[in-house]
């Protein structure tokens, strides 16, 4: 299944070295967000804004136009549906759930319209790297600069709304528009990856890789270095495992990003274990009684 010799082969070619530079990428902005999207328990609406973004490029497919702008579109949408319809937090899951059963519904039925080649079907559900050219590289790298700017920028009260919503409020910080903006970073970056690894799991680069990391430190600074690299691993290392059996990427993403999530498990196991073996206290002999 795995041929080393093919695989330096496939490594050549053009539109390999096109799908790496879009993972490298990829797996960046997914590490960049992905500590905070943990933090603020946004996994659902990962998975609900892949949806929407399933349906749009979707669409886009039936229409003949690009399917990366169409997933884009869907995406941001959905973002912005759940960042205003699910502002109470009581309110969130629920709202997500009714967004992600709408988006797959249409997406199936839109799919169900296109007559064309079935391997882009399933390409928008799994991912599928010879659809990735310089101009969705472009695309890509444009989308993922602006997202990592306004990160950038709003990230100290974004962090401060995270850690303590109601002491942010009452220091003044916007938190609801701080949400919504955080909401439609998420939005775009997980439309980024439906190329790559699928609209169904693209919450295997989004979330596992930042999961793993918070099993392993608190600080969300290493938190996120180690996501970033965790991404990495799983998007560059995912791709380059799937050139040689020719089988879809997601499979092999989703592999290497459990992996390490139970490799960080595992670890943090065992420091739990060694420090209360260090904490127990030594067992006194208790005076005999009299």
């Not at 967000?33 to 609406?45: C, E, N, Q």
């Amino acid at each position: 299944m795995f041929d080393f010799a093919l695989t330096g082969e496939l490594l050549g070619l053009d539109f390999v070295q096109t799908a790496l530079l879009a993972a490298a990428v990829l797996g960046l902005v997914a590490g960049v967000l992905g500590p905070l999207v943990v933090m603020r328990r946004m996994s659902f609406a990962v998975h609900g804004t892949a949806e929407l973004a399933f349906t749009g490029a979707a669409g886009a497919l039936l229409l003949g136009v690009g399917v990366e702008l169409g997933g884009l579109a869907g995406a941001v949408i959905a973002a912005l549906l759940i960042g205003i319809l699910g502002g109470r937090e009581s309110e969130r899951d629920s709202v997500i759930g009714v967004i992600l059963a709408f988006g797959l519904g249409m997406g199936v039925l839109l799919l169900s319209f296109y007559e064309g080649r079935s391997a882009n079907k399933f390409g928008i559900l799994v991912g599928q790297i010879i659809t990735i050219d310089s101009t969705n590289l472009n695309l890509l790298v444009g989308a993922s600069v602006v997202v990592l700017v306004v990160l950038a920028v709003i990230y100290r009260p974004l962090l401060f709304a995270t850690v303590d919503p109601a002491v942010a409020t009452a220091r003044g910080v916007p938190v609801r528009l701080l949400s919504l903006i955080f909401a439609v970073l998420v939005g775009i970056s997980s439309a980024l990856g439906v190329q790559i690894v699928g609209a169904l799991l693209v919450v295997s680069l989004m979330v596992t890789p930042a999961a793993a990391a918070a099993r392993v430190t608190a600080s969300p600074w290493k938190a996120t270095v180690l996501s970033i690299v965790f991404a990495e691993i799983a998007a560059l290392g995912g791709i380059i495992l799937s050139l040689a059996p020719g089988k879809p990427v997601s499979a092999f993403v989703t592999t290497i990003s459990f992996v390490i999530y139970l490799v960080c498990r595992l670890i943090a196991w065992l420091r739990g274990r060694s420090s209360r073996v260090r904490v127990e206290p030594t067992a006194t002999p208790q005076p005999a009684l009299r």
